[in-house]
Structures are given as C-alpha cells and as structure tokens.
C-alpha cells in the first residue's frame, strides 16, 4: 500500500475526499470521531489548495462543497427552511486580521463585530408556531435534519412554549453537557459500558434516546445564539436580548467588540479555555448589523461574516515503540500506536488508534520515531506525525501484513475501500469482540462478562463460538484466573438471566454486520423467534421500514456462513430462542388469523408503530404481498406492493380501514 509520495494530483484529491467523507460521516452521522477538529480542518485546506489547483478535478459532491454529513436515518427528516451552514476557521491572530479584511472590502467600511465562545456541543434548529415548539432538528447535512422534537423538550433550557405575537419564530442554538454533567454520566448511569468519549459525544447520544425520559436525566443545557426567523431586528445583539426576553440562555460570554477588543477578547480565551464549566474549541466572530450580514453574504457552505477562531489543541512529544494491530468483531483490522507515557491534556496516555492503514502510510510514522502527541477535544490521543529531524537512522516504514496476526488468515481489502478486514469468523480475536458484544448491556447484558473474562474464554478453549457460553459449568468458569467464589456467582447468574432476554437483544448480540439495536427491534416482531432466521427471506426483511438491501440480505444470509450457522446451532441446544417481545396488556384478538402488508407513508402513524399495532391485536405482518396476504395497508406512495395487491385481487385498506376492523365493523371489501 502506498504511503502518499509521488502520488498524482488525482490520486491525492481523491484519498482525501474519501478519508475526509469517512471522518465525516463518523464525526456527524454517528457521533464517534476518528480525527480531532484541527486534523480535519488541516486536511480540508489541502484539499481545498489542490482542487483550486485543478480545477478540472472539482466536484459538487466534494467535502469542501457541503457541510456535514447525511442525517442518520433513527428519527424522521426534517427539511431546514434555510440552510444551517458551518462556519470557516482561522488558527491565529494573522489568519482572523485577514478575514476581517476581507469582510472590511465587502462592506466597505468597517463592519461593527460580536463575539461569543464556540461551544463543543450539538447544532439544533428550534421552530415555534404561534408560540409552540413544533420541530426541533438536528443540522443533518445543513439541509436536512433529524427531528428529535420529543428529546428536545426534554431539556430544561429549552421552552416548550414562548410567549410571543409572533406567528413563526425559529432559534438556533447549541446543546451541550457540561463537564459536571459529563463526568457524572461516565461515572454513574453507563454502569459499566464503555464511556462516551467527550461531552459533545455524550450530548448527541443522549438526544439521539428514544425514550426521551433518559434524554432528561442526562441533564443536557442549552444556548441560543442566532434568532433565524422573528420580528424584524437591525443587530443580532438585540436579537439575542429578545431571546432572552422569551426564556432561552445566551452563552454569558457573548458580547459587541471593537478591532482591539476581539484580539484582547481572544488572548484571554486562549490563555483560560480550561476554565469554563462547559467544553470550548475556540471563539466566533461575527457581524453585528443584519444588514452587513446580507451584503456580505455565504458561499455554499459558510457566511463570508462570521468566523471560528480555534486554538491549537495541547501537544507533546514522546517515542512511538511499536506498531500494533487489533481486530474487531467485524474483523476489521485496526491499526494503533504503542509509545512511551506521556501527559497531555491532564493525564497519562500510553497508546492511540491510526485510524486505518491510509491514514498511517500518509503520516509515515515509524517505530523509533519521536511523535506529536495530542488529545483531539481533549480527550482522545492521536498522533499527529513525526518529527523527521530526529528519526533514528535506519527507521523503516511499516509494512501492511498480508496475514492476520491473530488466526494467520489472509487479509482482504475490497476495491476502492479504506479498511481491510480478516475474512475468518472464528479468528480468535474476532471472537474475544463478539463474546464482549454478546455480553454487554445493550445485548444479553451477562453481568461479570467483560473484556478481561471473555479473553480468558476464548484463551483457554473454553469459548469457540458465543454460545458456547451456555454448555459452561462451575467447573469451567471457576478455573479462570482471578475468579472468586462472589465474582463467579456474579458470572453464572448472569449468564442464567440471558437466557430470557427479549428476541430484538439476542439478535443484537448475534453481532451481524450492519444490524444494530435499532435494527433488531424493527426485525424481532416480524421474526417472533430466533428459530424465523432459518426461513426469513431478503425480500420480507427489506419491507420493513428503516431496512435496506444490505442489511436485509445480511439478516437472511447468516444461517449460510459456516459461523452463523454454528452460533444459531449453539444457541438452539442451549433452548435460546428468544424471548418474544409481548405487550403488557393485549389490546385484543380481532386480528387472529389475518396477514397484513404494509406500505406507503401512513398519516400520522409510524409503520413500526402500526406493525406493533396489529401484533397487540393478533394479527401478523409479512413484507410481501402474496396470495396469502388477508390486507395491504396502504399510505401514500405504495408503488410495486400496492400494484401486486391489485393483480392478486389483495384488498387494500387504510389506517381507517384498520381502525374499523379492530373495531370490529365490517370488513372492507377493498
């Protein structure tokens, strides 16, 4: 694999766009950085330079050409009425009288200037209709959001209702957690799974609950920084005053600033950023007057009249020994450094993730080498690159193994892809993962299974596929080293209280590529039993909403791979079959004996919600239509389904149909 030199233009372009998409997509869609702000933004000026370069290589669909990343599909989409733009850096004093000049020309005079601390936080669009909130959403790609109304009212700073005339009022602002707030959710409420990264990490994953009552316990704050839609206001800062009028928090640090005030303003945020109650990386300037902003204008990505000046993150020097590789449970191959402890940003690191085997061959770092150090948000460490001056002679690059250093199998790396994967399902160390994935808290929540255990396991032979844990006695599980008679009760109890768990955790735990929770809850009321995977087709499973080709053809092809096949064996021996998901209460039997098909959009009602609904009834839902099909369900934009209904002479009702069924009027006659 090349490390970078003597690549054309095109090439490099081209490895940037894809390492920039990837960082993207994690940073935005999943909530789960892989490179800190100040790599990212230094990577997006190269490629910035290069396609100014090369014009001929520019692209509409290029990261320099967007914000963000596509919104996750967990919550329904939300349209932006104007775009949520992000916002252009600079990193010194140089580079912000610059962009002052510039906005100076412009305007054509000297523009009035307002600051405020950029928050480490999440971006969401309020929308108020005669003084309700109607629509929280998330910034999505700046044009599409993810609605997350129910999450957001959940949250004290922000008001379900403002007293105002006004008929639409739209606040934009930043959700964020505070350190205070950070700290005790990693300490207390996560019991025992692995810790959010930062606090910007944990307020996005705790918007994202879908029991918006975990929303409000993880006491997440809100600031107002922009009034997007309102009465007519000449300077943001009375703007901001009329916000706060309405009840909503301005960031206290918010002000108008002169020339001189702005770089006063910054040399003391920079020499106190770790002093404040919430995460910063960095200050926004921005124009005061209204007007201004509208002469000035944006560009397809930022407005030319505001700025984010970030600081340099915290660095430090030390000796990379060694180059190491993991494997996850996907067999994914992960590379990651090994170097002498050294303190960044208040504590002691000793290793860190490089990300993939681009990323490492395009920093040429070596074993020897003496390395930057830094924590992207502070909290991650990264290396950043080598100091070349000092590399010992002879340091060679690093070599991509062509074998996998756990089980000896080839690596794979499919055409045009970044990662590389060992293609063996019972690689040890592969499995090591997925026994820690079958045991944590969102699958089968085995209390005692933890890293440490499950190495043992799978170590001493004990474990060769998950469900090997289930033929393990006392015998087994107290000559584990380390395992005291209250840490083995501890283990087997757990191991017994797993056998129960709800059918959507145990497909979870299963750990098929590309199905997570979310996933298996919308398969395990169509499945019923584990035991369906032996018969579901591709084509049930991709009618469901909120499931794709992909993940379908995933879910109905693992009883054919060698692995799956042994796990579901294994697990069916062991009289796990999964626990079926029953309403408390059952609503009724109306529906016994008929099958329904859903399609379209339905007013007002999920198409999840309205398969549950027919299950607590006692009906069934199927994904094709077929001569066995008793209804089709239809809402708007049926397309092929509702077209087979009509053919088999299937009736087609609608969600008034339905109600009048489980009412139990008169069937439908189409």
Not at 576 to 598: N, Q, R, W, Y
Request: aromatic share 6%.
């Amino acid at each position: 694999m090349s490390n970078g030199v003597g690549l054309d233009a095109g090439e490099r372009i081209f490895r940037l766009r894809r390492i920039l998409d990837q960082a993207g997509i994690a940073y935005y869609a999943l909530d789960s950085p892989i490179m800190s702000d100040a790599e990212y933004d230094s990577l997006l000026a190269q490629l910035r330079s290069l396609e100014e370069t090369h014009p001929e290589l520019a692209s509409s669909d290029s990261p320099t050409r967007r914000v963000g990343a596509p919104p996750v599909r967990t919550f329904e989409e939300v349209r932006h009425a104007s775009g949520m733009l992000s916002l252009d850096n600079v990193f010194s004093p140089e580079e912000f009288e610059s962009w002052l000049a510039r906005l100076t020309r412009l305007l054509g005079r000297d523009p009035e200037l307002f600051f405020e601390l950029k928050i480490d936080g999440l971006a969401l669009a309020l929308r108020y209709e005669e003084g309700i909130l109607t629509s929280a959403a998330t910034r999505g790609d700046g044009n599409v959001g993810e609605d997350v109304t129910a999450n957001a009212i959940s949250v004290s700073e922000i008001p379900a209702r403002i007293a105002t005339t006004e008929p639409v009022v739209e606040v934009r602002g930043e959700l964020y957690m505070s350190k205070r707030a950070f700290a005790e959710l990693n300490a207390s409420e996560l019991g025992g799974r692995a810790p959010f990264a930062n606090p910007r990490n944990a307020a996005a994953g705790s918007l994202r609950q879908k029991d918006p009552s975990i929303t409000r316990r993880r006491n997440l704050s809100f600031f107002a920084y922009q009034l997007e839609v309102g009465p007519a206001i000449d300077h943001h800062h009375q703007a901001l005053a009329f916000l706060t009028s309405l009840g909503f928090a301005v960031e206290p640090h918010a002000r108008v600033v002169d020339r001189d005030g702005v770089l006063a303003a910054l040399a003391e945020l920079a020499a106190n950023r770790h002093g404040f109650e919430y995460e910063i990386d960095g200050a926004v300037v921005k124009a005061d007057r209204i007007e201004d902003r509208l002469i000035a204008g944006s560009t397809a990505r930022a407005p030319r009249w505001a700025i984010a000046y970030k600081f340099p993150p915290e660095e430090q020097t030390t000796v990379l020994e060694a180059i190491e590789i993991s494997i996850g449970k996907s067999g994914k191959v992960t590379p990651f450094a090994v170097f002498s402890p050294v303190r960044v940003s208040g504590s002691v690191v000793s290793k860190a993730t490089l990300h993939n085997f681009d990323q490492l061959a395009a920093k040429d770092v070596r074993v020897g080498d003496t390395v930057v150090i830094r924590k992207a948000g502070d909290v991650i460490p990264e290396v950043l690159y080598p100091v070349l001056g000092l590399r010992p002679e002879g340091a060679s690059p690093f070599v991509v193994p062509k074998a996998c250093p756990s089980c000896g199998s080839a690596l794979v790396q499919g055409s045009g892809e970044v990662d590389v994967f060992c293609p063996n399902r019972f690689c040890p160390d592969q499995l090591v993962q997925r026994l820690i994935h079958f045991g944590s808290r969102d699958a089968l929540d085995i209390d005692g299974l933890g890293e440490q255990r499950a190495a043992q396991l799978v170590g001493m032979g004990f474990v060769t596929i998950p469900s090997d844990i289930y033929r393990l006695g006392e015998r087994e599980l107290s000559a584990l080293p380390g395992v005291k008679e209250k840490t083995l009760r501890r283990l087997m109890a757990g191991i017994e209280a797993s056998r129960s768990k709800p059918l959507a955790r145990l497909v979870f735990a299963l750990a098929i590529d590309g199905v997570g929770l979310q996933v298996a809850e919308i398969v395990a009321p169509v499945l019923g039993r584990l035991s369906a995977l032996a018969t579901v087709t591709a084509a049930d499973l991709e009618a469901l909403p909120g499931i794709g080709p992909a993940i379908a053809g995933s879910l109905a092809s693992f009883r054919l791979d060698e692995y799956g096949a042994q796990l579901l064996q294994g697990l069916f021996e062991a009289g796990i079959d999964g626990a079926p998901e029953v309403p408390s209460e059952p609503l009724g039997t109306e529906l016994a004996g008929l099958t329904f098909v859903i399609t379209g959009t339905l007013p007002g009602l999920s198409r999840t919600r309205a398969a549950a609904l027919i299950a607590e009834h006692g009906g069934k839902v199927a994904g094709s239509v077929s001569a066995q099909t008793s209804y089709l369900l239809a809402g708007e934009g049926g397309g092929s389904k509702l077209r087979r209904a009509e053919e088999l002479g299937v009736p087609v009702i609608g969600l008034d149909g339905l109600a009048r069924i489980v009412g139990g009027g008169n069937l439908p006659s189409g």
